[in-house]
């Protein structure tokens, strides 16, 4: 079960709340009516695509790469890689045999990544929507060069790709190697693919077991798509919204579980590029406590009173760990004997909210029951449908993003490419 409990934002703004609460259920009605702004792009309302043909392959391919023992190295970026690494982290922190690469140009890390695959095997799944991205388009281009003379005619076997259907390089060389092939509907924008193949493919791979992903996934639209009061994305997107309009231009995404690291570098992509747009839009940041606290609490506390807060918090863990009771409890901790680590860092939750809440920042919290994969993806699509939701009430487009291509042509013509 997830519980958003926004009551802190609903007091301290009573009467702009249910206005802007109002702006929201029509924000849903044009989006479930799929006539809004971008509407050509509303796929992802429709995922995870569950027939036989599309899954079967789906599965079959993940259980060979599993069953063989090893690596999958995942080349992309952006949309690309961050749901897949937000899953796999959340799920497995680093116990998974799942590499990335291409979503950056770091000579250090390609020397560690090609040391590991000089003595592992590997899978490659290379992941491009448009099939012409730079960075994962030189990571492949390394990799299948690596692999070919690792594996020689071989090679082909171990190649995956997740592109168009139709069009975009990565789409032609596929066809014309004859690479296993997996398709990115056209409908469904890079941020909002990760219950496509893109994502799902290296979350099942990494041992993700697909029913519980499918069942969070269908209980987030069943909770968010409907007209009612607990609605966690029409609430959620109502509390930011009302945030934003009152001079809070930063959200801080604060989670207390570090497994969650990379699953807010998944929203971060999703809000910023969703909403950043025409000189407007909430700045998306993200901290992972308790460890941030000792840095970025202080901001938080005390700075400029510009952003709001919202946790993610894992109400209850699989496992725990007692702290033990020391005779002389010489470092004074004996008061904490017995209880488990779960619940001082509840406790640090609870006091975080309450010293930030004093401090001026409006917060709200996404309780999770557990840290799995129906919790996971039902949060992804409460997300989802929220960020469509608060750009529609920004006045922008949520499925496009024009400014990305601002550094691509300097960075292209610098690098002399023809015709740039
Ligand atoms: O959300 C988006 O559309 C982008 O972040 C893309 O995912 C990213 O730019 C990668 O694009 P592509 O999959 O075409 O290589």
Redesign the pocket.
């Given at each position: 079960m997830i519980e958003y409990s926004d009551t802190m934002i609903r007091e301290r703004y009573p009467r702009d709340y249910s206005a802007v609460r109002k702006e929201a259920e029509s924000a849903l009605k044009t989006l479930v009516a799929r006539n809004g702004t971008g509407s050509d792009l509303l796929g992802w309302l429709d995922l995870p695509d569950t027939s036989p043909e599309a899954l079967n392959s789906l599965l079959d391919t993940a259980k060979a790469i599993r069953d063989s023992g090893d690596l999958l190295v995942c080349i992309?970026?952006?949309?690309?890689y961050l749901g897949a690494r937000a899953f796999i982290h959340a799920l497995f922190g680093d116990r998974h045999r799942v590499r990335f690469i291409g979503h950056h140009l770091s000579p250090l890390a390609w020397s560690a990544l090609l040391e590991e695959l000089e003595t592992r095997d590997f899978y490659l799944n290379v992941?491009?929507?448009?099939?012409?991205?730079t960075e994962?388009g030189i990571a492949f281009r390394i990799l299948r060069e690596f692999a070919e003379k690792k594996y020689g005619n071989t090679t082909n076997e171990r190649i995956i790709a997740t592109t168009d259907a139709e069009s975009g390089a990565l789409c032609d060389l596929a066809k014309k190697k004859g690479y296993r092939r997996f398709i990115i509907p056209r409908d469904v924008?890079?941020?909002f693919?990760v219950l496509t193949p893109v994502g799902l493919l290296p979350i099942f791979a990494a041992g993700a077991d697909p029913d519980q992903l499918i069942r969070g996934a269908s209980a987030g639209f069943k909770a968010s798509l409907s007209l009612n009061e607990r609605n966690p994305a029409l609430n959620y997107a109502a509390g930011r919204t009302c945030c934003y309009r009152k001079g809070k231009a930063i959200e801080v995404l604060a989670s207390f579980e570090p497994r969650m690291h990379y699953f807010s570098e998944w929203w971060k992509?999703l809000y910023g590029?969703s909403e950043g747009k025409n000189g407007k839009g909430i700045f998306p940041a993200s901290v992972d406590f308790t460890t941030d606290l000792h840095s970025m609490g202080q901001w938080i506390q005390d700075g400029v009173r510009n952003l709001f807060e919202t946790f993610v918090m894992i109400d209850h863990y699989q496992r725990d760990i007692n702290i033990p009771k020391d005779q002389d409890n010489l470092d004074n901790l004996n008061y904490l004997a017995d209880q488990p680590l779960g619940y001082v860092n509840r406790k640090a939750f609870e006091g975080t909210r309450k010293a930030h809440e004093d401090g001026g920042v409006p917060t709200s919290v996404f309780h999770l029951d557990y840290l799995d994969e129906e919790h996971l993806a039902k949060l992804t699509v409460i997300f989802e449908i929220a960020v469509a939701l608060s750009a529609y009430m920004l006045g922008v487009n949520p499925f496009d993003?024009p400014g990305?291509e601002a550094y691509k042509q300097n960075m292209f013509a610098l690098l002399g490419k023809p015709g740039k």
């Amino acid at each position: 079960m997830i519980e958003y409990s926004d009551t802190m934002i609903r007091e301290r703004y009573p009467r702009d709340y249910s206005a802007v609460r109002k702006e929201a259920e029509s924000a849903l009605k044009t989006l479930v009516a799929r006539n809004g702004t971008g509407s050509d792009l509303l796929g992802w309302l429709d995922l995870p695509d569950t027939s036989p043909e599309a899954l079967n392959s789906l599965l079959d391919t993940a259980k060979a790469i599993r069953d063989s023992g090893d690596l999958l190295v995942c080349i992309g970026i952006g949309g690309s890689y961050l749901g897949a690494r937000a899953f796999i982290h959340a799920l497995f922190g680093d116990r998974h045999r799942v590499r990335f690469i291409g979503h950056h140009l770091s000579p250090l890390a390609w020397s560690a990544l090609l040391e590991e695959l000089e003595t592992r095997d590997f899978y490659l799944n290379v992941i491009s929507k448009s099939g012409t991205t730079t960075e994962p388009g030189i990571a492949f281009r390394i990799l299948r060069e690596f692999a070919e003379k690792k594996y020689g005619n071989t090679t082909n076997e171990r190649i995956i790709a997740t592109t168009d259907a139709e069009s975009g390089a990565l789409c032609d060389l596929a066809k014309k190697k004859g690479y296993r092939r997996f398709i990115i509907p056209r409908d469904v924008g890079g941020r909002f693919s990760v219950l496509t193949p893109v994502g799902l493919l290296p979350i099942f791979a990494a041992g993700a077991d697909p029913d519980q992903l499918i069942r969070g996934a269908s209980a987030g639209f069943k909770a968010s798509l409907s007209l009612n009061e607990r609605n966690p994305a029409l609430n959620y997107a109502a509390g930011r919204t009302c945030c934003y309009r009152k001079g809070k231009a930063i959200e801080v995404l604060a989670s207390f579980e570090p497994r969650m690291h990379y699953f807010s570098e998944w929203w971060k992509q999703l809000y910023g590029e969703s909403e950043g747009k025409n000189g407007k839009g909430i700045f998306p940041a993200s901290v992972d406590f308790t460890t941030d606290l000792h840095s970025m609490g202080q901001w938080i506390q005390d700075g400029v009173r510009n952003l709001f807060e919202t946790f993610v918090m894992i109400d209850h863990y699989q496992r725990d760990i007692n702290i033990p009771k020391d005779q002389d409890n010489l470092d004074n901790l004996n008061y904490l004997a017995d209880q488990p680590l779960g619940y001082v860092n509840r406790k640090a939750f609870e006091g975080t909210r309450k010293a930030h809440e004093d401090g001026g920042v409006p917060t709200s919290v996404f309780h999770l029951d557990y840290l799995d994969e129906e919790h996971l993806a039902k949060l992804t699509v409460i997300f989802e449908i929220a960020v469509a939701l608060s750009a529609y009430m920004l006045g922008v487009n949520p499925f496009d993003q024009p400014g990305v291509e601002a550094y691509k042509q300097n960075m292209f013509a610098l690098l002399g490419k023809p015709g740039k």
